[in-house]
């Protein structure tokens, strides 16, 4: 005979949906970040006399590809899942106000 499974505590439900928005921070939020910052340092490398905008693109991409299992790691090293959506948002709306600026000088 099994033996009956005790219920659920809050505490249990709490760490699952802090686990879900961990997650959710790593995947969107990572996916945002890295492409923001992506899209930036190819505005910077592309924006010379003598630079190629192809290979800027594919520079860029290829060093978002880098950063973005980084910004996974720091997502699930902070103390709580609200500072690393705080830290994401943060560094999002640093890099939009920077491509914004890069590419208003740049035109």
């Given at each position: 005979?099994?033996a009956a499974?005790p219920?659920?505590?809050p505490?249990?439900a709490?760490?699952r949906?802090?686990?879900?928005?961990?997650?959710?921070?790593?995947t969107?939020?990572?996916?945002?970040v890295s492409?923001?910052?992506?899209?930036?340092l190819?505005?910077l490398?592309?924006s010379?006399?003598d630079?190629?905008?192809?290979n800027?693109?594919?520079?860029a991409?290829?060093?978002?590809f880098v950063?973005?299992?980084v910004?996974?790691?720091v997502?699930?090293?902070?103390?709580?899942?609200?500072r690393?959506?705080?830290?994401?948002?943060?560094i999002?709306?640093?890099l939009?106000?920077s491509?914004?600026v890069?590419?208003?000088?740049?035109?």
């Amino acid at each position: 005979m099994k033996a009956a499974r005790p219920e659920a505590q809050p505490k249990d439900a709490l760490y699952r949906w802090a686990v879900l928005s961990r997650v959710l921070a790593a995947t969107l939020g990572g996916y945002g970040v890295s492409a923001l910052a992506m899209a930036l340092l190819a505005l910077l490398l592309s924006s010379g006399p003598d630079r190629q905008p192809a290979n800027s693109v594919l520079f860029a991409t290829m060093l978002s590809f880098v950063l973005y299992p980084v910004i996974v790691i720091v997502v699930f090293s902070v103390r709580s899942a609200l500072r690393a959506w705080l830290v994401l948002g943060v560094i999002a709306l640093l890099l939009g106000a920077s491509i914004t600026v890069v590419s208003m000088a740049g035109a």
